[in-house]
C-alpha cells in the first residue's frame, strides 16, 4: 500500500476549482466577437481585445427594463457610452444575435428589436467589438456593413464625427438621455452647422458654441466651412470623450484613476478650469452660470457672455471680510462654509490626514489655504481655486468642499455646519418623522374633544351641568 501525502491528494481538487473557473470565465465573456453560433445571452458579455469597453445588457438604475449598452470596462460606476434599443428597452432577460441575413437583432422571448437594418450580410457575418469603443458588423470580404460610431447616442469618443457628409450622405448629431438613470432619447440635440456647435431644445436653439474647446477638428470637403468635425483627444494616455447630459450640457470629460472620478476639462456653460475666475462658483443649470461664492464680491462686474466665450479668467471674486488668521486679538475664529454637491477645482494639494477633523484643523491653522475637502484619497486643501462646479440637484456625483470665511461672514445658525461637521439641518428623514407625529396627534386630539362634547351632553340630558371650577368661592370678600 502506498501512502498518498495530502498535497498530492489536493492537487486534483486544485485543477478541478481552476477548471471550473476558466469555465465560468468563459461563460460569463465571450471573447470581443458576435457570431451567428455565438450570441451573447444575458447576462454574458463581450470585452474588446485590450479590455477597454465592454458590451451586454445593462438595467438602469430603479429600472427592471434591459437596454444593450457599450461602457467603460474598469470605470466604476459604469459609464454607458453607446445605447443600441434607447426607444424599446426590453421587458425581460434578452439575447443579442446575428439572424441569416447578417443583421444584428435583440430578442426578448416572442419579440425582437432590429439593431441593423442592411442588406450585402449573410450567415458568415460577424460584430466586432474594438478598443476604441466601435461596434463593427462586418461581411467575410472584411467589408464594413455597419458600425455604432455611425449611430451614436449621447457620447462622442474620439474618432467618432459629427456634422454632415454630403458624400456618404450620413448626419451624425448627439440626442441626450431622457433622465440620469433614463437612457431613452431626451429633449437635447447637439449638431454641427456651419463650423459652430449647435445644441437645440426641440426646434429651439439652446446653446451655441466653438467646437475647437471641445477638441473636434474640422474636416472640410467641398466649401469654406467644415461639413463635419472629428473628435480628435490629444492626449491618448487618458479616457475622454464628449457628453451631452440630460440637462443639455455639452461636457469634455476626462476620467482619473487616482481620483476614481470624471472631471470636466471644459462644459459649454462653465468653460476651462478658470473660465469663471478665482473664488467663484459656476452653477450648470442657471443661465448666468457664473457667480462669487458666499463671502466673496466680483472686482470687476457681472461676468459676460464674451468673457465666456474668450475663456478670460478676467473676473476674479475677492473676500468681502479679511480673514482673522492668526490675529489673537480678535474673540471670533474664522470658520467653514461648506458648499454641496460639486465638483473639486483641479489644484488641490493632498494631505495625509485620516479624518476630516484633522484636515479641517490643519487648513483652519494655515493662512494660505483658503478651503478643504476630505474623500476617499484624504486631506485635499486649496490655496486660490478656480472652476468649482456645482452640480444639477439630480446629480449625485458631486461633493462637499468648505470654503474658509470670515467669522463675521457666517451665519450664527449655520456655524455648526460650517465648520465641517453636521449641524442641526431637517433633512427629508426628519420631515417624514414630524409629519407621521403629527399623524398620530391629531386624532388623539379629535378623540378627546368627542369625548368632552358627548360628557356635556350625557349631563345634559341627566338635568345636570357639566361639572365647573367655581373659582368665586375662592376670592375673598373686599371690606
Not at 455597419?146 to 469618443?157: A, E, K, M, N, Y
Not at 494631505?351 to 493662512?367: I, K, M, P, T, Y
Not at 449641524?423 to 414630524?434: H, V
Amino acid at each position: 500500500m502506498h501512502l498518498i501525502s495530502m498535497e498530492q491528494s489536493l492537487l486534483p481538487i486544485f485543477f478541478l476549482a481552476l477548471l471550473s473557473l476558466s469555465i465560468f470565465l468563459k461563460s460569463s465573456t465571450a471573447g470581443d466577437t458576435i457570431t451567428t453560433s455565438r450570441p451573447v445571452k444575458h447576462p454574458e458579455t463581450i470585452v474588446s481585445a485590450g479590455g477597454i469597453f465592454e458590451l451586454g445588457f445593462f438595467s438602469p438604475k430603479n429600472n427592471s427594463n434591459y437596454h444593450l449598452g457599450i461602457w467603460y470596462k474598469e470605470v466604476s460606476p459604469r459609464r454607458v457610452v453607446w445605447v443600441a434599443n434607447r426607444d424599446y428597452a426590453m421587458l425581460n432577460s434578452s439575447s443579442l444575435s446575428i439572424i441569416s441575413d447578417g443583421n444584428i437583432v435583440i430578442l426578448d422571448g416572442r419579440l425582437s428589436y432590429s439593431v441593423t437594418n442592411i442588406s450585402g450580410g449573410n450567415n458568415d457575418s460577424t460584430a466586432r467589438l474594438l478598443d476604441t469603443g466601435n461596434l463593427i458588423l462586418g461581411g467575410n470580404n472584411l467589408e464594413v456593413l455597419w458600425q455604432s460610431f455611425d449611430d451614436p447616442t449621447d457620447t462622442l469618443l474620439p474618432g467618432m464625427k459629427l456634422g454632415h457628409d454630403p458624400e456618404s450622405e450620413k448626419t451624425w448629431s448627439l440626442l441626450s438621455w431622457r433622465g440620469v438613470d433614463d437612457p431613452a432619447p431626451g429633449d437635447f440635440r447637439l449638431e454641427l452647422n456651419a463650423g459652430q456647435l449647435i445644441i437645440k431644445q426641440d426646434s429651439k436653439i439652446y446653446w451655441e458654441g466653438s467646437r475647437q474647446h471641445f477638441s473636434l477638428q474640422n474636416v472640410s470637403l467641398r466649401r469654406e466651412w467644415p461639413e463635419y468635425a472629428v473628435f480628435s483627444e490629444i492626449n491618448t494616455s487618458r479616457i475622454s470623450h464628449i457628453l451631452l447630459d440630460e440637462s443639455g450640457q455639452l461636457k469634455l470629460q476626462s476620467w482619473t484613476p487616482g481620483a476614481q472620478r470624471w472631471f470636466s476639462d471644459y462644459s459649454s456653460k462653465c468653460g476651462y478650469d478658470g473660465g469663471c475666475g478665482a473664488f467663484s462658483i459656476c452653477n450648470e443649470s442657471a443661465d448666468k452660470p457664473c457667480s462669487c461664492l458666499p463671502g466673496f464680491e466680483s472686482e470687476q462686474g457681472s461676468w459676460t457672455q464674451e468673457s465666456m466665450e474668450g475663456m478670460l479668467a478676467a473676473k476674479r471674486c475677492k473676500r468681502k471680510t479679511k480673514l482673522q488668521c492668526r490675529d489673537n486679538s480678535l474673540s471670533e475664529k474664522d470658520g467653514f462654509k461648506k458648499i454641496s454637491n460639486v465638483e473639486f477645482p483641479s489644484n488641490a494639494k493632498t494631505l495625509d490626514f485620516r479624518s476630516a477633523e484633522e484636515c479641517r484643523s490643519a487648513s483652519l491653522g494655515n493662512c494660505s489655504w483658503n478651503a478643504y475637502a476630505f474623500d476617499e484619497r484624504g486631506c485635499l486643501v486649496w490655496d486660490d481655486f478656480y472652476n468649482l462646479t456645482k452640480h444639477l440637484d439630480d446629480n449625485n456625483n458631486g461633493r462637499n468642499f468648505y470654503v474658509k470665511l470670515a467669522a463675521s461672514e457666517l451665519i450664527a445658525k449655520d456655524k455648526n455646519s460650517s465648520n465641517g461637521s453636521p449641524g442641526p439641518k431637517i433633512n427629508k428623514e426628519t420631515k417624514r418623522k414630524l409629519w407621521i407625529t403629527f399623524a398620530l396627534i391629531i386624532p388623539l386630539i379629535m378623540v378627546f374633544l368627542l369625548v368632552i362634547l358627548y360628557l356635556r351632553c350625557k349631563f345634559k340630558k341627566k338635568g345636570k351641568t357639566f361639572p365647573k371650577h367655581d373659582s368665586s368661592s375662592e376670592m375673598p370678600e373686599l371690606p
